[in-house]
């Protein structure tokens, strides 16, 4: 396993070095950047204050007709602000340097360090993200499991026609229905839909202040948990009905054990092998995970929101160093995943693996 493990480290620089080469090489064809933006911004300020002025744009690496009311000193010490006065390969070589060492540099738009900005936005994101992963473990493995075993009844077929609808509609379509009928929208006002906490939160107890938390989070929370409940719930009923069909299950049955013990001392360790290993990368997800629809409906400034803006504003430093360090994360995380499934099954093995 330990040469395994080594290709699949040294497999990650070339695809993360790709992966960012792309990413990097596409934002120098995209129209409006830091640059533009700011002439575009000091040529509508002097518009404003002389009664006119024209300013338009153009692609790639083009500059705003108003630009041309600008100094080429002006110019260039945008270009040097913005780190533009350099070639695009020196440029994205001193990049890939300063993030080898999770150095992310500073957001054009917030004028903060990226990492600051990242970690101020986390807890929106942990909040929604481990709420949705708990939930989802905790209700749709014992569901499942229920499914296998009653496959085919009335229960079975309820319980699916219940799940797929809540995975037929879109989390922002659910969160709007829940703001209508509990959020104070036509009906009843039972749970607060802005922020994580109250404004009054840190004048409460401990207890009022879990309490205000936990209350905050129901109308999000079920939003985004209840469309995650269909896949997994599925995956738990298809895998131990697989299970359940194989000789080892029958054999234990002759021996006169009881259905409990058939199930939870033979089955149920070999069915849930899917779940156990795609553990890492949802609990991982769970961290990172961000909603730009639920977060805009229910006013919760996260990851999922920072990334929307990013984008829109141009905002390079941000929208790089977050996906280099995603794109780590999920490498790293492929790699767990495939240990896991050697702990978590025997016969599994990788020697010999190219």
Do not use: C
């Not at 004028?111 to 990242?118: F, I, S, Y």
């Not at 799940?163 to 209508?180: D, R």
């Not at 840190?202 to 129901?218: K, Q």
């Amino acid at each position: 396993m330990g040469a395994y493990i080594a290709r699949r480290l040294l497999l990650m620089i070339p695809t993360l070095f790709g992966i960012m080469a792309l990413t990097f090489l596409v934002i120098q064809f995209v129209p409006g950047g830091p640059v533009e933006q700011m002439i575009a911004q000091m040529e509508a300020g002097a518009a404003g204050g002389h009664g006119g002025g024209e300013v338009s744009g153009s692609a790639g690496g083009g500059i705003y007709r108003g630009a041309k009311g600008l100094t080429h000193e002006q110019l260039t010490a945008l270009n040097r602000l913005y780190g533009f006065d350099r070639p695009p390969v020196e440029r994205f070589l001193l990049m890939m340097r300063n993030y080898l060492t999770f150095e992310f540099g500073e957001s054009y738009y917030h004028h903060r360090k990226v990492v600051d900005l990242v970690i101020d936005k986390l807890p929106v994101s942990i909040s929604l993200g481990m709420w949705t992963f708990v939930l989802t473990y905790l209700v749709s493995i014992p569901l499942g499991i229920r499914k296998a075993v009653r496959h085919g009844d009335r229960f079975d077929a309820v319980t699916s026609a219940l799940i797929l609808a809540g995975y037929s509609i879109p989390g922002f379509v659910l969160g709007v229905l829940l703001i209508v009928l509990f959020g104070g929208g036509s009906f009843f006002d039972l749970f607060p839909i802005r922020g994580l906490v109250s404004d009054n939160w840190s004048e409460l107890s401990w207890f009022g202040r879990l309490t205000d938390y936990l209350w905050h989070m129901v109308l999000p929370v079920t939003a985004s948990v209840v469309g995650s409940f269909a896949v997994m719930t599925m995956l738990t009923k298809n895998s131990f009905l697989e299970e359940i069909s194989k000789q080892y299950v029958l054999t234990a049955r002759a021996k006169g054990l009881t259905e409990n013990a058939v199930l939870y001392r033979h089955v149920f360790r070999n069915a849930l092998i899917p779940l156990v290993t795609g553990f890492p990368g949802a609990f991982v997800a769970a961290f990172f995970s961000g909603s730009l629809l639920i977060e805009t409906i229910f006013t919760l400034d996260g990851l999922g929101l920072l990334g929307y803006e990013s984008v829109i504003n141009r905002d390079y430093p941000v929208v790089l160093a977050t996906l280099y360090f995603y794109t780590l994360l999920g490498l790293i995380t492929k790699l767990i995943t495939d240990i896991t499934y050697v702990i978590a099954d025997p016969r599994i093995t990788f020697e010999g693996s190219r």
